[in-house]
């Protein structure tokens, strides 16, 4: 029986298997953690604890990597599309935490599962029922089967009416800027909401060196709505006209990776809600600086009733 509820988030991308060393140098880590991470499945588990339906496509090795991504993420009431692929690894990512204020994360994915992600790996009745569809600049840049993959799979959800955000989420260690430039040139005037952080957008125009140009640069290529991530300094946006922007909450900082994922699923999950540009930026801001009071990529994402606990009177709940 094919499946015919709603989601509230489709996601597609590149899920690894993450290796988590004590502090110290990683030849010399006697124990270690053992996780996963992607950027648009640390959205999907966010969107999920937020009370919203999330659902994540990809492909993983046939390995005990990519069984617990798959776990994991089934545990973390995340609906599931997978690809196995006999013949290639599932991605891997290793945090060295090299002192309390150094981390380094080294990648071993060039040959990964993920990276033969094809378009047609979203059926048309999957992509159907989404009310947004999520992907960032990270899988184009994986190899140029996986860019058009998302190239076609942009063009799809806009001709069936899904929402298209975009996070530009830029990897200099996977593509260049020109080649990463072009991508964007494209993708920006096709996608309804863009993320990314001022560097990020500058790397579609050098010139731009500030949030302001970042957004009007973006709005002029025909983004409908723009939102700039300024780490500790906090976010802003336009949508509709209207200019939002919220300051950062402080926390004790852990670990910040993931932190960006976070942000965005939690103003997407705001946002389905009905919410204002101030009250989505407002929940994805405690939702960032929720996940990075914790070591991992999504492990800290708080769930909404943890929210007043964490950060007593600056809920957003509606």
Same mark, same amino acid.
């Given at each position: ?6 989601? %509230? ?29 992607? #950027?648009?499945?640390? /959205? ?15 492909? /993983? ?10 776990? *994991? ?16 690894? *599932? ?100 996608? %309804? ?8 957008? #500058? ?57 960006? %994922? ?26 960032? #600086? ?29």
């Amino acid at each position: 029986m094919t499946d015919s509820k709603p989601i %509230d988030v489709l996601t597609f991308g590149e899920t690894m298997g993450l290796i988590i060393a004590e502090p110290g140098p990683l030849e010399f880590a006697g124990s270690a953690q053992l996780r996963i991470g992607g #950027a648009e499945s640390n /959205l999907a588990i966010v969107v999920s604890r937020l009370g919203r339906t999330a659902h994540w496509v990809g492909r /993983l090795g046939d390995d005990a990597f990519g069984r617990l991504v798959e776990r *994991t993420l089934r545990a973390e009431e995340v609906g599931v599309t997978v690809i196995r692929d006999p013949q290639r690894p *599932t991605g891997l990512m290793v945090k060295e935490r090299r002192s309390r204020s150094l981390q380094r994360v080294h990648y071993y994915r060039s040959t990964s599962a993920a990276s033969r992600l094809a378009h047609a790996d979203i059926h048309d009745d999957l992509l159907a029922r989404a009310s947004i569809l999520h992907v960032t600049g990270i899988t184009p840049a994986l190899s140029p089967g996986a860019r058009e993959a998302v190239d076609t799979l942009i063009d799809r959800a806009r001709s069936l009416g899904v929402t298209v955000s975009l996070d530009i989420n830029y990897r200099s260690a996977l593509w260049t800027r020109s080649e990463a430039a072009e991508f964007l040139s494209s993708a920006i005037p096709r996608s %309804d909401i863009v993320f990314g952080s001022v560097d990020e957008f #500058a790397v579609v125009d050098p010139g731009i060196a500030t949030a302001d140009a970042a957004i009007e640069d973006a709005l002029a290529r025909g983004a409908a709505e723009v939102i700039v991530k300024l780490g500790d300094r906090g976010a802003v946006g336009e949508r509709d006209g209207q200019r939002g922007a919220i300051e950062a909450t402080p926390v004790e900082v852990v670990d910040t990776v993931g932190a960006g %994922d976070a942000f965005v699923g939690g103003y997407l999950a705001a946002r389905l809600d009905g919410l204002t540009l101030d009250e989505c930026l407002a929940l994805g801001g405690l939702v960032g #600086a929720a996940a990075c009071t914790v070591a991992g990529d999504w492990e800290g994402a708080p769930r909404r009733k943890e929210l007043d606990e964490l950060f007593g009177g600056q809920d957003v709940t509606r």
